[in-house]
């Protein structure tokens, strides 16, 4: 059975940084393109970037140049790093495969807010 748990989340001011992280149990990260999701108060699940069984990473448009997924295969985790965050990034944030096939977990809170 896969477990995905999301752990790293918080409140941070605009600007600010702050690092996910997602440990998996019963798959290899390094088997499947993994990706971190996002959904915001009122909206629907949206994608946030990925990365491939080769390691090649996309992100979208709204992330692009400020967040950046990289995977620790020994530690079967994959991680996004925040930075220069906006108010538009608040969401609670979820780790899965492309496209979301296994049970999804709890995720991870992040609020930005002055």
């Known amino acids: 059975q896969v477990q995905l748990v999301e752990s790293g989340g918080g409140l941070v001011r605009p600007g600010e940084s702050l690092r996910l992280s997602c440990k998996a149990s019963?798959?290899?990260?390094?088997?499947?393109?993994m990706a971190w999701y996002r959904q915001a108060p009122g909206k629907q699940r949206e994608f946030v970037a990925r990365?491939?069984?080769?390691?090649?990473?996309y992100h979208a448009d709204s992330v692009k140049g400020r967040f950046t997924i990289s995977r620790d295969n020994a530690e079967n985790a994959i991680y996004l790093q925040m930075d220069s965050t906006k108010p538009e990034d608040t969401a609670v944030y979820y780790c899965?495969?492309?496209?979301?096939?296994?049970?999804w977990g709890q995720g991870t809170q992040v609020t930005v807010s002055a």
């Open positions: 019963g798959i290899s990260v390094d088997t499947a393109t």
């Open positions: 899965n495969d492309v496209p979301g096939f296994y049970d």
């Open positions: 990365i491939t069984r080769a390691g090649r990473t």
